[in-house]
T-cell receptor, first 113, second 112 residues
Framework: GAGVSQTPSNKVTEKGKYVELRCDPISGHTALYWYRQSLGQGPEFLIY????????DSGLPNDRFFAVRPEGSVSTLKIQRTERGDSAVYLCASSRSGGGSQYFGPGTRLTVL | GESVGLHLPTLSVQEGDNSIINCAYSNSASDYFIWYKQESGKGPQFIIDIRSNMDKRQGQRVTVLLNKTVKHLSLQIAATQPGDSAVYFCAELIQGAQKLVFGQGTRLTINP
């Protein structure tokens, strides 16, 4: 299909480890978003890319979280020194341009032991 | 702070009946709203959207109503089917920003 894809689908790591989560947006979509969803809650915004640049990173909880999108397509969310509280589903979405409908991927379930 | 919330956390309806899911929002500057459906283990699936210059929009078996006076949004699903069972979220796009603000969701259960 031509939807947003995310890898891995599940990631289990130990406290203190580094993880990378990958997102492949819909082809041609210039805007890319990362959200985090805790159990029983709605997704919460983390960061928004327009092209290669992070246009809004106000949702990143602290400096352990970082995201890149070097070529304006694939994005990687990086979490350093993971903590148990980082356990959640990390969702990626894309839209044709900023301000339009956002289409979500299946998410990566991160579990920090 | 600004938030989007839902009146009911759970809703059960009989198969074939119509269902209405409600949502209240608090940011009067929001100008775009989306309803998403989320099934267990999957990402949110776009259902229908509406801009603030409209008060009603219809899709296939779904209708979204927007009442800006009372900051209320609703999703109507006609002739519900077992496949409609899911958690439904409303989300608003903050004007001038690109981030969606989601509510906690309503779990819709379709009874046979």
């Amino acid at each position: 299909g031509a939807g947003v894809s995310q890898t891995p689908s599940n990631k289990v790591t130990e406290k203190g480890k580094y993880v990378e989560l990958r997102c492949d947006p819909i082809s041609g979509h210039t805007a890319l978003y990362w959200y985090r969803q805790s159990l029983g809650q709605g997704p919460e915004f983390l960061i928004y890319f327009q092209g290669t640049g992070a246009a809004d990173d106000s949702g990143l909880p602290n400096d352990r979280f970082f995201a890149v999108r070097p070529e304006g397509s694939v994005s990687t969310l990086k979490i350093q020194r993971t903590e148990r509280g980082d356990s959640a589903v990390y969702l990626c979405a894309s839209s044709r341009s900023g301000g339009g409908s956002q289409y979500f991927g299946p998410g990566t379930r991160l579990t920090v032991l | 702070g600004e938030s989007v919330g839902l009146h009911l956390p759970t809703l059960s309806v009989q198969e074939g009946d119509n269902s209405i899911i409600n949502c209240a929002y608090s940011n009067s500057a929001s100008d775009y709203f989306i309803w998403y459906k989320q099934e267990s283990g999957k990402g949110p699936q776009f259902i229908i959207d509406i801009r603030s210059n409209m008060d009603k929009r219809q899709g296939q078996r779904v209708t979204v109503l927007l009442n800006k006076t009372v900051k209320h949004l609703s999703l109507q699903i006609a002739a519900t089917q077992p496949g409609d069972s899911a958690v439904y979220f409303c989300a608003e796009l903050i004007q001038g920003a690109q981030k969606l603000v989601f509510g906690q969701g309503t779990r819709l259960t379709i009874n046979p």
